[in-house]
């Protein structure tokens, strides 16, 4: 008997991982062999399943009472579509941790949870049984907690946090799923259709709406993501966080949207509420941090503020801009967290104070960054500015004035985040060397290159050419005819661009500016002064809109965790415990009062019943 | 084959007409009546017609000096970039009034591309690695931020006003400005690209008193050339997106073209009285006018758009 195709992406990583999990830890190349092996083998079995697709696969495993368990991966046009990218970003990140993960001493744990982070994410974009969802959607949480505490020492903490934070949402999810049974008695997520609505179907609906907001990390419960990103490695940050989190998170939110749900206009306004929020919220804290990876965490959350804006305007062209951004933020910001990994093997360091001048030494790496955070920040024409604007449109094709407010507060986002990325640009790139960075000569090893160069040049030829993925991967996936928005005609606008940079060449050449071109120190108001004291601290650059009356007290109070429900609940339960502790005091006539008093409530209702 | 004739076509409408070469040599006459009309005010007799030319072409012929340390390919690169984006932005903004040419959700389009011009001085400037450059393009950055909200709030005002349209053609078809909302937009929207043009009082990047020219201080011969010709393109670019989406657009037959220029030249000496009539004020107090000031009258203006068109009262 042949195992039908739609198994295999998901048993193989998972296979694979158990594996390298019982490979002995000296046998270090079978562990990279197989992660590469397994990866590579994940993207063709994804390719196939997009261009082929397969036949639905449905295996009974148990039955009890009315509940019954069944294998079903059913390869939806959406969920193959998922399920390819999440092997491309697979199979680049193996690619990457080849050397990044060389040295460090947890190689093993690092891809048994890679792979199985794979496994588990390809279970949910097949999966047609909600608890099989349910038990793969597990999977990468527990995945992600392992695979981030192969970082620094520090990174425990960030672990236990997403940890707590994710499985919470799991929990939702879980809850909302029992919800969600209880009224249409049956797992198949492919046969509910629903409206979100009524005591039982709003709540499951907001339930898992809030399992996936948080996957993908959206406000409020973002803060896993900032606090994963201290001491994860980056391959990790860019695997899980950056690219397949927002996957899966989106993808979850879209399939509620639009399959298990027909939600109503209120449910639509709540998250484009939410995803308002989250994008100028989350971007006015990325703007003051001062560490790369934290920097680009902030993104992380901000942009998926663009993806839950456009589903939650429930119309066609927000809902496919909404997912088209959500591919786009995949790639540029595991570009953008991929060279943040370079930066930190060569500097050593991501702290941006002591970065800078980095673009000499490393002009592939800068070139990718720059690329990348210029599509972030929706700059015509690449990717990320299509998918924008297809959300703008989607904003105001919804109606009614606050969608307007939220275009503006999207719109505006935008100009923040290109803000942050000037001054990341700078910090690392362009601002004078640091002690630290004039000793770096050289790129990184090659591995760690090719897949921010690759994804940069996606970042481009998705901007350009933004037809080919909404035609071919977008459109077909949740089956929305083309021709439902704007035409902007990127191709043309970058021959344009090109033209008109060659125009400019002739314009210098005209100038013979060659033969008069000449290099001299740069010009501080006449003084010689020498290249290490012209250093200008890119992380004070927005200090002036830190500053502001109204935004200082928001800072403080981010800074104080006031907006964090991890530290509020655990002060709650901090507070809890404090009075159960006062309780038990540990002298006996408390406990013998306690126990009375127990046993005469008991006593109490039953003589009441 | 089919997509030749078209190419070709917007390659010239970007080039040539009202692009490039046709918005640059607007673009120097209107810097010609910013000289003239800041002449007069200070009471001098001010260049001829053909100054700004000249002043371009013989800065093409000038030495260019690179700044040692900073990344040179971007240094150079970064004018030709805000010149393209400029001269896509002119010609995305003209087509539409001239021929109708307009497609759906151009308007942000053209927002996001007049951005541009700002980034590219931005990264030419952090490129120099001067620190003088690096605390302009700062400033630079915060006043984009500064202004862009304002902006965006009196864009969406223009929206409403002409019933949903999100295309240049849809908008300038209704005079924005007859109505209350309308003109308390056009204020402050004017306010804005005075900003956009990095004219005084918002001269905060360049600032030659303070910090020598800010984010050209490192900037000469052709590169600095293509930044003013950028400017000067600004100078026209933006007068015009402000006729279209507020004034009612342009209209090029028989009186409408001398209404339509006097509308523009309007805008441009409106700007030109303004700068020359303040001081410059601090980025912090730019920040805060734009935040604290403007942003709130452009919000009371969108309140009042939305409420005239909920109530059907055209001139609210």
Redesign the interface.
């Known amino acids: 008997m042949s195992i039908p195709l739609p198994v295999l992406p998901v048993a193989l990583p998972l296979a694979a991982g158990i594996l390298v999990l019982i490979v002995p830890r000296a046998l270090r190349w079978v562990h990279e062999t197989l992660a590469a092996l397994a990866t590579t083998a994940t993207l063709a079995l994804a390719v196939i399943l997009f261009l082929r697709g397969a036949p639905d696969v449905r295996l009974p495993l148990l039955e009890v009472g009315g509940f019954s368990l069944s294998l079903d991966l059913v390869p939806s046009a959406l969920g193959s579509l998922m399920l390819l990218f999440a092997a491309g970003f697979g199979f680049l990140v193996a690619l990457y941790s080849l050397p990044a993960m060389a040295s460090s001493g947890r190689r093993r744990q690092f891809y048994a949870f890679l792979l199985l982070a794979l496994g588990g994410s390809a279970g949910v974009f097949l999966a047609d049984h909600l608890v099989v969802f349910l038990i793969c959607w597990e999977i990468v949480t527990a995945s992600l907690y392992f695979l981030i505490s192969t970082g620094t020492p520090e990174s425990k903490a960030g672990a236990t946090k997403t940890f707590a934070m994710l499985g919470g949402a799991d929990g939702c999810l879980l809850l909302g799923i029992g919800l969600l049974w209880f009224s249409v008695r049956t797992f198949s997520i492919g046969a509910i259709r629903v409206p979100a609505e009524g005591w039982l179907l709003a709540p499951a609906f907001l339930l898992m709406a809030a399992a996936a907001v948080t996957k993908a990390g959206s406000l409020p419960f973002h803060t896993w993501i900032p606090a994963a990103s201290e001491g994860a490695p980056a391959a990790v940050m860019a695997f899980l966080p950056a690219s397949v989190d927002k996957l899966l998170g989106i993808f979850l939110l879209v399939r509620l949207c639009t399959g298990i749900f027909v939600p109503g206009p209120a449910m639509g306004m709540t998250l484009m509420v939410v995803g308002a929020v989250t994008i100028v919220a989350a971007v006015l804290m990325a703007m003051v941090q001062h560490d790369l990876m934290r920097l680009l965490s902030y993104h992380a959350v901000s942009q998926v503020g663009y993806m839950v804006l456009g589903i939650g305007t429930l119309s066609p062209v927000g809902i496919v801009g909404g997912l088209f951004h959500m591919l786009n933020h995949s790639i540029y910001k595991s570009c953008l967290f991929l060279c943040g990994g370079s930066v930190a093997r060569k500097a050593g360091t991501t702290d941006l104070d002591e970065l800078g001048g980095l673009a000499g030494a490393m002009p592939v790496t800068f070139g990718a960054f720059l690329v990348a955070a210029l599509a972030i920040s929706g700059v015509p024409p690449l990717n990320g500015f299509v998918s924008k604007w297809m959300v703008y449109q989607g904003a105001i094709v919804a109606g009614g004035w606050a969608p307007l407010v939220f275009l503006v507060a999207a719109m505006f986002g935008s100009a923040l985040t290109l803000a942050s990325f000037v001054k990341a640009l700078y910090a690392v790139f362009l601002g004078p060397p640091s002690l630290r960075t004039r000793a770096v000569a050289g790129e990184a090893n090659i591995l760690m290159v090719v897949p921010p160069v690759l994804l940069a040049l996606l970042c481009v030829l998705f901007g350009v050419w933004y037809r080919f993925p909404l035609d071919v991967f977008i459109l077909p996936a949740v089956g929305t005819p083309a021709g439902i928005f704007g035409v902007w005609d990127a191709s043309l606008a970058t021959v344009l661009i090109a033209v008109a940079l060659l125009a400019g060449a002739l314009v210098y050449l005209f100038g013979r500016m060659w033969r008069k071109a000449r290099v001299a120190d740069p010009f501080v108001g006449g003084e010689r002064v020498p290249a290490d004291r012209l250093r200008i601290s890119g992380t004070r650059f927005y200090d002036t809109i830190r500053d502001l009356p109204l935004l200082r007290p928001l800072y403080r109070w981010q800074e104080g965790g006031i907006f964090d429900p991890y530290v509020l609940l655990g002060k709650a339960g901090a507070g809890v415990t404090w009075v159960l502790r006062r309780i038990h005091n540990g002298i006996l006539p408390w406990y013998l009062a306690w126990s009375l008093l127990g046993i005469l409530v008991l006593i109490a209702l039953f003589a009441l019943w | 084959m089919a997509g030749v004739m078209p190419?070709a076509w917007?390659?010239f409408f970007?080039?040539l007409f009202p692009g490039?070469l046709f918005t640059a040599a607007a673009g120097l006459a209107a810097t010609w009546v910013d000289r003239k009309v800041t002449a007069r005010l200070q009471w001098r007799v001010g260049p001829p017609l053909a100054q700004p030319l000249w002043d371009i072409l013989k800065l093409?012929?000038?030495?260019?000096?690179?700044?040692?340390?900073?990344?040179h390919g971007?240094f150079?690169?970064a004018?030709?970039?805000g010149?393209?984006?400029a001269?896509?932005a002119s010609?995305i903004v003209w087509l539409p009034l001239l021929q109708g040419a307009s497609?759906?959700?151009?308007v942000?389009?053209a927002?996001?591309?007049l951005?541009?011009p700002s980034?590219a001085l931005?990264?030419g400037a952090?490129?120099?690695?001067?620190?003088?450059?690096?605390?302009g393009?700062?400033r630079e950055?915060?006043l984009?931020?500064s202004y862009?909200?304002p902006f965006?709030?009196c864009l969406?005002v223009a929206?409403?006003r002409s019933g949903?349209s999100?295309?240049l053609t849809g908008i300038a078809a209704v005079p924005v400005v007859g109505s209350i909302s309308g003109a308390l937009a056009f204020l402050v929207s004017l306010l804005c690209i005075q900003a956009k043009l990095g004219f005084v009082p918002f001269d905060v990047a360049e600032a030659e008193t303070e910090i020598?020219a800010g984010v050209y201080?490192?900037y000469s011969?052709?590169?600095l050339?293509?930044f003013k010709l950028t400017q000067a393109m600004l100078l026209v670019t933006l007068p015009v997106f402000l006729s279209a989406v507020f004034l009612g657009g342009l209209h090029f037959a028989g009186w409408g073209i001398l209404w339509s220029i006097l509308k523009i030249v309007g805008i441009i000496v409106l700007v030109i009285v303004i700068k020359n009539t303040n001081p410059r004020v601090r980025?912090?107090q730019a920040?805060?006018f734009f935040?604290?000031g403007l942003a709130p009258l452009a919000a009371v203006a969108?309140a009042l758009a939305?409420v005239g068109r909920a109530t059907g009262i055209g001139w609210l």
């Open positions: 190419m917007s390659v970007v080039l490039l093409m012929g000038k030495e260019v000096i690179l700044p040692r340390g900073g990344n971007l150079l690169a004018p030709l970039f010149l393209a984006a001269a896509i010609a497609f759906v959700g151009d942000i389009v927002v996001y591309l951005v541009l980034l931005m990264l952090l490129a120099s690695g001067n620190p003088l450059a690096a605390t393009a700062s950055m915060k984009v931020l862009e909200l965006l709030l969406v929206i409403v949903f999100i295309s020598i201080v490192e011969g052709a590169p050339a293509v980025i912090d920040v805060r935040w604290h969108l939305l």
